[in-house]
């Protein structure tokens, strides 16, 4: 069965320092992941998706990831924060049985201090 | 891009009674759509795999009869709390994929969600 672990709930980092939120995935085969974004009382926004195809995902708002299979790792980083960039975090991966439904990391709440 | 539009937004219904919420794609078909649920501070929990046509698919736990889903049409599937509680209040979220372009392992498109408080 596919599942994902995100490895901190919280994170907090000052303004133009860098961004990076962990997560570790589970599958039985190539998955497909995904980092996706959530404001407050907010859906959530898609931030960058990874399908087998180039290991090092540029998504957006200067976001990316790397897919590394030998760390079964898919973690999300930010050269530079942004206040904006405050919001929770989620890492997912497709079950790709007959219907694709996601399964949720636990998310990661990141704190941007000015 | 893909669309879905989710309403109402938030509502707020007494102990007993029932709240339907629809989940539209907007610029888009989905034969499929999915439900989740948000609670405060926490991830998102698949409710229902919902299917046009066809009955719902539901997780385990997740009591059938008390969240009803109707997929009526290409374009529309609903929620409807029935005898909400207190402990129903929660974040519902609706998601769903364009059947025509997208594959299994494309991203989901999600509504905005609808802040269901029961008092």
């Known amino acids: 069965a596919q599942s994902v672990t995100q490895l901190d709930s919280h994170v907090s980092v000052s303004e133009g320092t860098p961004v990076l939120l962990r997560c570790n995935y589970s599958s039985s085969y190539s998955p497909s992941l995904f980092w996706y974004v959530q404001h407050p009382n907010k859906g959530l926004q898609l931030l960058l998706k990874y399908t087998s195809a180039a290991t090092l995902v540029k998504g957006i708002n200067g976001f990316e990831a790397e897919f590394k299979k030998s760390e079964t790792s898919f973690h999300l980083t930010k050269p530079s924060a942004h206040m904006s960039d405050a919001a929770e975090y989620f890492c997912?991966?497709?079950?790709?049985?007959?219907?694709?439904?996601?399964?949720f990391g636990q998310g990661t709440t990141l704190q941007v201090k000015p | 891009g893909a669309v879905v539009s989710q309403h109402p937004s938030w509502v707020i219904c007494k102990s007993g009674t029932s709240v339907k919420i629809e989940c539209r794609s907007l610029d888009f078909q989905a034969t499929t759509m999915f439900w989740y649920r948000q609670f405060p501070k926490q991830s998102l929990m698949l409710m229902a795999t919902?299917?046009?046509?066809?009955?719902?698919?539901?997780e385990q736990g997740v009591e059938k009869d008390k969240f009803l889903i109707n997929h009526a049409s290409l374009t529309l599937s609903t929620l409807t709390v029935t005898s909400a509680h207190p402990e129903d209040s929660s974040f519902y979220i609706c998601?769903?994929?364009?059947?025509?372009?997208?594959?299994?392992?494309?991203?989901?498109?999600f509504g905005n969600g609808t802040r269901l408080t029961v008092t």
């Open positions: 998601s769903a994929r364009d059947f025509e372009t997208d594959f299994l392992d494309s991203p989901l498109h």
């Open positions: 919902s299917n046009e046509g066809s009955k719902a698919t539901y």
């Open positions: 997912v991966v497709s079950d790709p049985g007959n219907t694709g439904k996601l399964i």
